[in-house]
């Protein structure tokens, strides 16, 4: 199946910080999403991104399909960042199942 | 509009019991998806389902069974359930697109210890 790498695994920031994540992957996908897992489980979708590039406020995201890896960017952050960042990408069969990596715990002090 | 609901929220059973988790959703997608969350770690796929009557097995499928009677829910069931099958379990649906794909969508977790 296909593996998923995300670094750093752990990112401490001072609030106002910019910070970018990564995530590889080692097959052809046809599907990439970028999850935030709050303090409290919840996980709340930032991106559907396959390839290309998006923003949404603070934050934006960047992938690279032929190279096989994606960024998260989040510029001036805030304590209500904090939380595990998870990259997730289907495989190009039907059913689009998603496989995760394992995340990148930020914590943004003050 | 309530999305995609998990019923219950938190659980606790003893080894051995067994127990029926609910995922409903009003978004009438076509795929449902079951993964469960290990501390540290990021969500694996247990079983899924590509419509109303069908069912797959996923990564990590053993010690459970599932059941997609109605379009709108999906069921997870642990027939003996075991310590090793503690974990945050979510439940996930994605519209049918011809030819391409799009976001999953989460429900918000059933928290499921076994002692």
């Known amino acids: 199946g296909i593996q998923v790498e995300q670094s750093p695994p752990d990112l401490i920031l001072q609030e106002g910080a910019n910070s970018t994540l990564r995530c590889n992957f080692s097959?052809?996908?046809?599907?990439l999403q970028w999850f935030h897992q709050n303090p409290w489980g919840q996980l709340i979708n930032l991106f559907y991104i396959p390839s290309g590039t998006k923003q949404n406020g603070r934050l934006s995201a960047t992938t690279v399909a032929t190279e096989r890896y994606s960024l998260l960017y989040i510029s001036s952050s805030q304590t209500t960042d904090s939380g595990v960042y998870f990259c997730?990408?289907?495989?190009?069969?039907?059913?689009?199942?998603?496989?995760f990596g394992t995340g990148t715990r930020l914590q943004v002090t003050l | 509009n309530a999305g995609v609901t998990q019923t219950p929220k938190f659980r606790v059973l003893k080894t051995g019991q067994s127990m029926t988790l609910l995922c409903a959703q009003d978004m009438n997608h076509e795929y449902m998806y079951w993964y469960r969350q290990d501390p540290g770690m990021g969500l694996r796929l247990i079983h899924y389902?590509?419509?109303?009557?069908?069912?797959a097995k996923g990564e990590v499928p053993d010690g459970y069974n599932v059941s997609r009677l109605k379009k709108q829910n999906f069921l997870l069931g642990l027939e003996s359930a075991a310590p090793s099958q503690t974990s945050v379990y979510f439940c996930a649906t994605l519209p049918y697109l011809a030819g391409r794909t799009d976001t999953q969508y989460f429900g918000p977790g059933t928290r499921l210890t076994v002692l």
């Open positions: 097959d052809s996908v046809n599907n």
């Open positions: 997730a990408v289907g495989d190009t069969g039907t059913a689009s199942k998603l496989t």
């Open positions: 389902s590509v419509g109303e009557g069908t069912t």
